[in-house]
């Protein structure tokens, strides 16, 4: 007998329910994730620049955007004139 993919997990979120902070944290990650997204379909940006532009600190925008090249999202552009800086850029 074949298993239904995802019924064990349905059935402990069923059972068990979410937690109301993990529902926020996922809420909040999916906002970070549209804004720098959204940042990126311009152009080819620094963490640095992405910092400036979505007004976060620079260790927040670095979590967040190393987990979406993580998970192919985004990826690694260009190297600066002066081999200091990667620029990230959407994966089409």
Avoid: W
Wanted: glycine share 6%.
């Amino acid at each position: 007998m074949k298993a239904e993919k995802g019924k064990t997990a349905r059935y402990l979120r069923e059972k068990q329910g979410v937690p109301e902070h993990v529902k926020e944290e996922l809420k909040e990650f999916n906002r970070i994730k549209r804004a720098i997204t959204g940042a990126l379909e311009q152009e080819e940006l620094t963490i640095a620049q992405l910092a400036e532009r979505l007004q976060m600190p620079l260790h927040e925008v670095t979590y967040h955007l190393l987990t979406l090249v993580k998970y192919g999202v985004v990826a690694t552009g260009k190297i600066d004139e002066m081999d200091e800086y990667y620029s990230y850029k959407l994966v089409k």
